[in-house]
């Protein structure tokens, strides 16, 4: 057939399709519900781009001008793009995935969450009960200016102050939570990629820090305004940094150890994981940040509903990490 | 890259210098507007300190990610540019990746100025960063829009014979690139073609050009 011919022919599907793609790659949200008027409607898009790719194939084979060969191809690839976008996130989708997906992943990262836990609750139990026998240890760990600091944040003395904080209200508090510690956790992820090194690094580090300070302010006997204010969004913030080192370190087993897989296939695959990973430790965040911010803070409140509140969190973010989705069919 | 439908797709990676620039736009385009919100949010006090540290989080974490999968896999500098992020099969970018590739920002930063970034970029085949490869992404160059060639306006003439695309865009590219050769260099060019042209010199070199014009449809 000749070029000419071709074109003659077909013109009409290409111009139709050219305004299609114009008018319905972005509808707005009014326009999605109907089909644009003038135009082939919404579900006749596929067959209409498919036979576009044919026309392509055969002006590519047939020899046809680069022009036209130019023309096809940006149809084709302005419809590829609009054929094989992600679908408009669901909310149900959230619900589903902090309910059932998140836990699953967790648990399916076992191995990796277990070691995480173990290196973090290891180092950070092991330097409190450290402490109680030898308290000269804090000044390995902090130097004076820093200890005096975290002594006059919880000193039982002022005891009508707000807990755990040397100024700002409790909304300034909870932006600056968010920021610091979801970065932090989403840091943990990914230094885990040079073969676990900095993951294991950020655990034991915040161990250390974390019992550190734990230990020192028990052992000089200003525990009990620090156990009050830390208990209620511990739960949260705890778990969520042994979630991200573990997230870290299945990331950086992809480096190690990528099994029968080449390590580019091994990274995707990791990927994938540690972006849901991510996207649940972002929840659980902010989540602690909101405890932290509006709950922990709160001087007046008696230590049993306190505590109370603190334990019951462990017990239902546990809860929820090991039977979360289970008996529920997987989402496809 | 391949399509389901059996069409060959031409993704070209682009390059570590048009991505950093991509960067650098996004950049000063997140510090205009960090400073504005820092200026109207400086009156409401602890309040507003809590709205500028959650908008700094935003605009540092979520910025890319939601115009990546938002907008077509750009965000404001890669549409300055002429970027576009895409999956490695071509299909636009989805949350997952995106998140993924993002992430990985933290570590291709390291240890100043995207250096492990660049550096990866400079070794990989697609100029991939780290985030890339963890992700499965491209960093693609947007293809400009078509039918504007800078061919030089000649009639039209008819090839003798019939050639394939590949051969056709050649004798095309040569048409565009004869301004910025000698005449000398474009005989010597035209004078490779004798069956093509049935002439030598000056004469060879017209029917080529004329025959680029009738390949990007010009009369």
Request: net charge positive; proline share 5%; aromatic share 10%.
């Amino acid at each position: 057939m000749k070029q000419e011919v071709f074109q003659a022919r077909h013109d009409a599907e290409w111009s139709a399709l050219d305004q299609w793609l114009v008018k319905r790659t972005r509808p707005s949200a009014k326009q999605r519900g109907r089909d644009a008027d003038g135009l082939f409607g919404d579900l006749e898009f596929p067959a209409m781009y498919r036979r576009v790719c044919q026309h392509l194939a055969l002006a590519q084979r047939r020899g046809y001008s680069v022009l036209l060969i130019d023309r096809l191809q940006d149809l084709v690839h302005r419809g590829h793009l609009v054929l094989y976008r992600p679908p408009a996130p669901r909310w149900q989708a959230v619900i589903e995935f902090f309910g059932a997906d998140f836990p699953r992943l967790v648990r399916h990262h076992g191995r990796a969450m277990g070691i995480a836990a173990v290196l973090f609750f290891g180092s950070f139990i092991g330097v409190i009960v450290a402490m109680q026998y030898r308290p000269e240890f804090a000044h390995s760990l902090f130097d004076a200016g820093e200890l005096a600091r975290f002594e006059a944040m919880y000193d039982p003395a002022n005891a009508d102050a707000k807990l755990g904080r040397e100024s700002g209200s409790d909304v300034k508090m909870f932006g600056y939570y968010i920021l610091n510690n979801v970065s932090i956790g989403f840091r943990t992820i990914a230094a885990g990629f040079f073969a676990c090194i900095g993951s294991v690094y950020v655990l034991l580090f915040n161990g250390l820090f974390l019992g550190g300070v734990a230990g020192h302010l028990t052992a000089i006997g200003y525990g009990g305004p620090f156990w009050r204010f830390v208990a209620g969004h511990s739960a949260p913030e705890l778990l969520a940094i042994v979630i991200s080192g573990g997230a870290g370190l299945q990331l950086g087993m992809a480096l190690i150890a990528p099994g029968r897989r080449s390590r580019g296939r091994a990274f995707v695959e990791a990927g994938i994981d540690m972006a849901k990973l991510a996207l649940g430790i972002f929840g659980m965040l902010v989540f602690a940040a909101f405890v932290e911010a509006f709950w922990s803070s709160i001087g007046w409140m008696p230590d049993p509903v306190k505590f109370g509140v603190g334990g019951l969190l462990w017990v239902l973010i546990l809860l929820w990490l090991w039977r979360g989705g289970r008996g529920v069919a997987h989402a496809a | 890259m391949e399509t389901p439908e059996g069409i060959a797709l031409r993704l070209r990676p682009a390059g570590m210098m048009p991505r950093a620039a991509a960067w650098a736009i996004d950049f000063a385009l997140r510090l205009a507007v960090l400073w504005v919100f820092a200026i109207a949010l400086a009156l409401l006090g602890d309040l507003g300190v809590a709205v500028y540290l959650i908008v700094l989080f935003g605009l540092f974490w979520l910025y890319p990610i939601a115009f990546e999968v938002l907008h077509d896999g750009q965000t404001p500098g890669k549409r300055a540019v002429g970027l576009r992020v895409v999956n490695a099969n071509g299909t636009p970018v989805g949350w997952v990746p995106s998140i993924a590739r993002n992430l990985m920002r933290t570590v291709d930063m390291l240890p100043l100025l995207y250096c492990f970034g660049l550096v990866a970029g400079l070794i990989d085949r697609n100029s991939r960063r780290f985030g890339d490869m963890v992700a499965g992404t491209l960093v693609v160059h947007v293809d400009s829009p078509h039918g504007h060639s800078t061919a030089p306006d000649v009639p039209a003439v008819q090839a003798p014979l019939l050639l394939p695309a590949a051969e056709q865009g050649a004798i095309v590219a040569f048409a565009e690139r004869a301004r910025q050769l000698t005449p000398e260099r474009q005989q010597e060019l035209a004078n490779l073609l004798p069956q093509l042209t049935q002439a030598r010199g000056a004469v060879a070199v017209q029917r080529l050009l004329g025959m680029a014009s009738s390949f990007l449809g010009r009369q």
